[in-house]
Every structure is written in C-alpha cells, then in structure tokens.
Nanobody, 121 residues
Framework: QVQLVESGGGLVQVGGSLRLSCAAS???????MAWFRQAPGKEREFVVA????????YYSEDMQNRFSISRDNAKNTVFLQMNRLKSEDSAVYYC???????????????WGKGTLVTVSS
C-alpha cells in the first residue's frame, strides 16, 4: 500500500509562485509519480509526471512553461514548482503514483487527498 500526502498549497497572488510537495510512504514500488489538478466543476486534469528511475519528465503542453517537477528519491518526495501563477491555476492539486504515464486519471493507482491552491487577483 502506498500513501501520498501533499502539502504546500495556499493562497497566492497572480504572478506569484508556490512549491508543492508530495511525500510517499508505504511500499514505494511505483515507477511513476504525477501531479493532477481539479478545479470546481471541472474534470481532473493532468499536469506533469516523472519517472522514479531516470527522471524522465512528461508535461501537459499547457503547463510546461510555468511548472516544473522534481524528485528526491531518498526522501520519497516529489515537488511541483509553480511560477507566474494565474487565477485559472486555482484548483486542488493531487499527487498520484502508478506504473504507466497517462493523462487519464483512471489509470493511476494511488492518490493523495490533495492540497488547495488559490490564486487571487
């Protein structure tokens, strides 16, 4: 069983930055971790994924220029650095773990409970 705990969300002004963290515990055997987000009334949206071994990164095209993912395998933690935030980035951000890269949230095996990001103008 894998447990994922997100942190780092909060209120930030337009143009600001936030760094989210996702700490994994339990049997960390999943090779891929990712960030998704879900705004009120919208479907869960793929943001970015990273392979645990090798560090290959896969971005949603819309996020590539402002968001970056990194990992610390020793601490079983993945980070999402978000810069130049826009009001439309407001959402609950979820961490996910799995074995395959996919923008479809149904294919991911484990999920955290999410952390809320609110971008105010």
């Amino acid at each position: 069983q894998v447990q994922l705990v997100e942190s780092g969300g909060g209120l930030v002004q337009v143009g600001g930055s936030l760094r989210l963290s996702c700490a994994a515990s339990g049997t960390v055997s999943r090779s891929v971790m990712a960030w998704f987000r879900q705004a009120p009334g919208k479907e869960r949206e793929f943001v970015v994924a990273i392979r645990r071994i090798g560090g290959n990164v896969y971005y949603s095209e819309d996020m590539q220029n402002r968001f970056s993912i990194s990992r610390d395998n020793a601490k079983n933690t993945v980070f999402l650095q978000m810069n130049r935030l826009k009001s439309e980035d407001s959402a609950v951000y979820y961490c996910a773990a799995g074995t395959e890269i996919s923008p479809d949230p149904r294919t991911w095996e484990y999920w955290g409970k999410g952390t809320l990001v609110t971008v105010s103008s």
